[in-house]
């Protein structure tokens, strides 16, 4: 149980009046209230989410016209890393993904988001745009484009990790290299991350998230000022204890 943890290393008037608690076992999610009550439908601004992998990146490709959710979701598993606001030690950090700050707490012992190759992204790419061609999504000549595109790359390209930028020189797939000034590199999660030989609910994952601009702790009011004073305090090894697996 996570909540006994938090105890030792946060202010009980903390968890009390600031975080919410969510537990994620496969299937089952809930929202553990100060009061002990729960509220599936609750949408708190601060909150604890345990083995949950989709907390911890957003997709590179906002795309969603796709009937075909197969070739969809396997192009919406690339992410870029988000922006990091504060290093709290212990390879733990506070990151800025938008108008949450979310602190990823991880195993020291495994990687948790993996670098994607360029040959990676092009065969997911060709999934996507393959599904989008049956679908009439896309006409044949932006497909012959793209492969047109794809063709031009160097071969010892292709194992090498995937940057994009919009000013690549390279407008259906972005590919560029590290060099260039705008580059952003390309990830996915590690499938071998979660050990499945442990139970379900031993903790492998946890996110904080705390609603707010990064650069604003006044957003939303005193209690994300008053949160965000507080998390810099925070120690990565002590927040690295919270888990069932280091």
């Not at 149980?1 to 008037?13: D, G, N, S």
């Not at 009046?17 to 809930?30: A, E, N, T």
């Not at 990146?57 to 504060?86: C, G, T, V």
């Amino acid at each position: 149980m996570i909540l006994q943890p938090l105890l030792r290393i946060l202010p009980v008037e903390f968890l009390l009046r600031y975080i919410f608690i969510v537990f994620f076992v496969p299937g089952i999610s809930f929202v553990l209230h100060s009061q002990g009550s729960t509220d599936l439908s609750s949408t708190p601004g601060h909150w604890v989410i345990t083995n949950d992998e989709f907390q911890v990146y957003e997709p590179a490709m906002i795309r969603d016209q796709l009937d075909d959710k197969l070739a969809l979701n396997q192009l919406k598993e690339l992410f870029f890393l988000p922006h990091k606001s504060l290093d709290l030690g212990d390879g733990i950090c506070l990151y800025d993904w938008y108008y949450k700050n979310r602190v990823v707490i991880s195993r020291s012992d495994c990687q948790l988001w993996l670098p994607v190759t360029i040959r990676e992204y092009i065969n997911r790419m060709l999934i996507y745009s393959t599904a989008s061609l049956k679908e009439e999504k896309i006409p044949q000549m932006v497909m012959d484009a793209l492969k047109s595109e794809i063709a031009a790359i160097p071969v010892e390209m292709m194992n090498q990790p995937a940057f994009l930028s919009s000013s690549s020189g390279r407008p259906l797939t972005s590919i560029c290299g590290q060099d260039v000034e705008t580059a952003s590199a390309l990830y996915k999660l590690n499938p071998g991350y979660f050990d499945t030989s442990l139970p379900r609910t031993q903790v492998q994952l946890i996110t904080m998230t705390i609603e707010g601009q990064s650069d604003s702790p006044d957003w939303r009011g005193i209690s994300a000022k008053r949160v965000w004073e507080f998390i810099q305090g925070m120690k990565g090894s002590d927040l690295r204890k919270l888990l069932d697996i280091n």
